[in-house]
């Protein structure tokens, strides 16, 4: 089992839709965890820390649900600009040096 | 600029040549990693300093790659005898990391070195 897995996609939804993709995660000890967003051919981009209590930042929401090992990125209202690819990534230690980059969900946002 | 910088932002050598990449973190930032990505494919890590602590070169795919960080500042990542497998994306982040908010913080990506090996 991969440390951090996400769906690929691509998600294809259309202006204005809400759409959420997840994020498992196999190390129960993992402290930190981060949404970033790349665009085609760009370096990633912090998005949003995502907290134990879930956080909300505008459109978007990210939730961290421990017991099942996955964090969740929801987008509402979405804009043809979300189209990305989102990173899920998870630290596992308190070092900083074991931190996990999924290898990103794809979004395609459709007029 | 405030952000990370890196340089050159594209190389294209031949196979067997060595090459270098420059990262210039964030002022202030202790923490500094390097990544690579290939087309479509996720980042993988590379090698972590922190501060004056040894660095972590767990990622290092194989001894032809090698990365040293001078004063704390600047880091160059060196590829020698390139192979055609090592093109690739070269990412490099900084964060701000410190005793208390180890690995809390989030990475700051420079814009990455566009490595081609002909």
């Known amino acids: 089992r991969k440390e951090v897995e996400q769906d690929p996609g691509p998600f294809n939804v259309p202006e204005g839709a809400t759409v959420a993709f997840n994020c498992t995660y196999s190390?129960?000890?993992?402290?930190?965890f981060f949404w970033y967003r790349q665009d085609c051919r760009k370096e990633p981009k912090l998005l949003m820390s995502?907290?134990?209590s879930g956080n909300e930042d505008g459109r978007f929401t990210a939730q961290l649900n421990r017991a099942s090992q996955y964090i969740s990125l929801l987008i509402r209202d979405s804009k043809l600009s979300d189209s990305a690819t989102y990173l899920c990534?998870?630290?596992?230690?308190?070092?900083?040096?074991?931190?996990?980059f999924g290898s990103g969900t794809r979004l395609s946002i459709r007029p | 600029g405030a952000g990370v910088s890196q340089s050159p932002s594209n190389k294209v050598t031949e196979k067997g040549k060595d090459v270098e990449l420059r990262c210039d973190p964030i002022?202030?930032?202790?923490?500094l990693y390097w990544y690579r990505q290939s087309l479509g494919q996720g980042l993988e890590f590379l090698i972590y300093?922190?501060?004056?602590?040894?660095?972590?070169k767990s990622g290092l795919p194989s001894d032809r790659f090698s990365a040293e960080r001078t004063g704390g500042s600047v880091s160059t990542l060196t590829i020698q005898r390139t192979q055609q497998e090592d093109s690739a994306v070269y990412l490099c982040?900084?964060?701000?990391?410190?005793?208390?908010?180890?690995?809390?913080?989030?990475?700051?990506f420079g814009d990455g070195t566009r490595l081609s090996i002909l």
């Open positions: 190390n129960s000890a993992s402290q930190s």
């Open positions: 300093f922190q501060g004056n602590s040894a660095p972590d």
């Open positions: 995502v907290y134990s």
């Open positions: 982040a900084s964060s701000l990391e410190s005793r208390r908010y180890r690995g809390n913080q989030p990475q700051h």
């Open positions: 002022s202030g930032h202790t923490a």
């Open positions: 990534v998870v630290n596992e230690t308190s070092s900083a040096s074991k931190i996990i």
